[in-house]
């Protein structure tokens, strides 16, 4: 049986038709449905021309990286296979899954993202017969929310990563994404904090004074519920911290029951007591924490996925080639956040 993606031909303006990928460029030309009830159902597009050209890029018979320039069509490939590679580090313990309520596509720099009139929220009164029900007004921002652009710059010749292993290689390119997925952490929690230049900053409570119990300098755990009170009407369903909040809370008592290290133990993440799930990053300020509801609190703005420069690296002039993604951060609702300082 004769497929089409033994006869695809390969070329650089695959990677710039406007709002497609690369991948999805090539899903055009050879559709997954195609291949279903064979031996190739269950491949996309891209891994079927890996197959095409014999390229294993994983596992210990993976190829050389000089595999990918055996011929022009199959170099064409090899900015994907960064990307992938680069994606695939990005998502990785990516905590921002697990504290964005909503993502956005957009095209362009500038975003403006809507919001609720404050209070309003709040506000779920009793509508006797005839009266008008309470309105929430929802409206767009009055400020713009800025999309940053994130990357790292790849630097190596072509001599000297030809004979490398492509699985090996693969290594450095996880990590490349790892670096850029922690600035946009640090991106998100900035506006967490800071709020997104709307006049929406989070709240800060400090250990001893106002409603929050405790001694300043010392977290305890009745300061933790005295924080948690605070999210009526929202609720604390996660809390990002740093290291050394993190061995504070740790010692606790009322994080020593055995419920909570079985399921540390079984599953290698940490719940509160109170129900709140428990992230731990060093992009977190020491002496702080941030307690959110991850479903009313930050909207993840995205750009553009992850691009390479892929004329350099087909044209293997890898000596600096950038690897960049586009996104910003807007705060949805202000309440929904607040943070916690353990000394004024």
Partial sequence: MAYTYDALKLEKGMYHEAGKSFTQVLEQCDPSEAYKGTALEGLDAYQRQLKRFDIKVKGTGSDVVEKFFRTSDSAVLFPEYIARSVRQGMEEANLLPEITAAVTRFDGLDYRSIASVPGEEKELRRVEEG??????????????????????????????????????????????????????????????????????????????????????????????????????PYEMNTLLVPTDVMVSMLKLPEFQNPLTGLNFQGTGKLSTPMGAKLLRTSAMESGKLIGLDSRFALEMVQGSEVTVEYDKLIDRQLERAAITTIAGFAKLFQDAAKVLKISG
């Fill in 131 to 232: 009266a008008a029900i309470p309105a929430t007004t929802v409206k767009t921002q009055e400020n713009l929310v800025k999309l940053h652009k994130r990357g790292r710059m790849l630097v190596a010749s072509y001599e000297a990563i030809r004979y490398q292993k492509l699985d090996l290689f693969s290594v450095t390119l996880r990590q490349i994404g790892a670096h850029i997925n922690r600035m946009l952490l640090e991106d998100a929690i900035d506006v967490l904090v800071n709020g997104d230049g709307n006049g929406n900053p989070a709240q800060v409570h400090t250990v001893g004074a106002g409603a929050i119990g405790g001694s300043s300098g010392t977290l305890d755990y009745d300061a933790l519920v005295d924080f948690w009170a605070q999210f009526e």
